[in-house]
Structures are given as C-alpha cells and as structure tokens.
C-alpha cells in the first residue's frame, strides 16, 4: 500500500521559514520523481517543484524560484521542501506527489502522478 504522509506545515509571519517533508512507503522511490504542489481556497491545485531521484534534477514554479528548494533523502524515503521568505500569496495546503516512471517534462502537471498525499496547511500571516 503506497502512502505518501506530509508533515511540517503551519502559521509563521511573511518573511519567515517551514520545511515539509514528505514520508513515503509502499514504493520504491528510484522508479518515481516527486512534486510538490499546492492549492489555496478557490484556486486549481498550482506545480511547485519536483525532483527525481536519481540525479536530483530539480523544477520550480516562477513564484517560488529562489525562495522554495526541494531535496530528498535516499535513505529515509523522504522529500522536503524547504521554504524561505515566505509571502502571504504561499498560503495553501500543500501536497506531496509520486509519478511512477513519468515523463519530466510533464513534471508540473499535476495528472501526471500517480499518488498523492493527504496535504499540509500552510499559512503565512502579513
């Protein structure tokens, strides 16, 4: 049973730092890439990043560009999201993503993946 569980979101002030992670079990990672996405009230759900797991290429939105970086930890099965500089505008509940032999230049579509977790809250006060 493949389970991807998110963890680290919350309330912090524009300016300010999270990190999520994301936890996965039920697959094995070196066949998938993995996303990040996010969707605030009323909106579609929006690509963040991505990064495959073997060689690390990585992909940012324009928004997040040079704030957001996403890395992965091989060994613990775990992708983060490191946000810094945060803005009111990154208020959303984000989600972690598994495509299974995708194709990365479809990386910011979120029909691409395949699994999905159940979301963070994140929300930065002005």
């Known amino acids: 049973q493949v389970q991807l569980v998110e963890s680290g979101g919350g309330l912090v002030q524009a300016g300010g730092s999270l990190r999520l992670s994301c936890a996965a079990s039920g697959l094995t990672l070196i066949s998938y890439f993995m996303g990040w996405f996010r969707q605030a009230p009323g909106k579609e759900r929006e690509f963040v990043a991505a990064?495959?797991?073997?060689?690390?290429?990585?992909s940012y939105s324009d928004p997040v560009k040079g704030r957001f970086t996403i890395s992965r930890e091989n060994a613990k099965n775990t992708v983060y999201l490191q946000m810094n500089s945060l803005k009111p505008e990154d208020s959303a509940v984000y989600y972690c993503?598994?495509?299974?032999?995708?194709?990365?230049?479809?990386?910011?579509?979120?029909?691409?993946?395949?699994?999905w977790g159940q979301g963070t809250q994140v929300t930065v006060s002005s």
């Open positions: 993503a598994a495509d299974y032999r995708g194709t990365w230049s479809r990386a910011s579509t979120p029909d691409e993946y395949d699994y």
């Open positions: 990064i495959t797991w073997i060689g690390g290429d990585q």
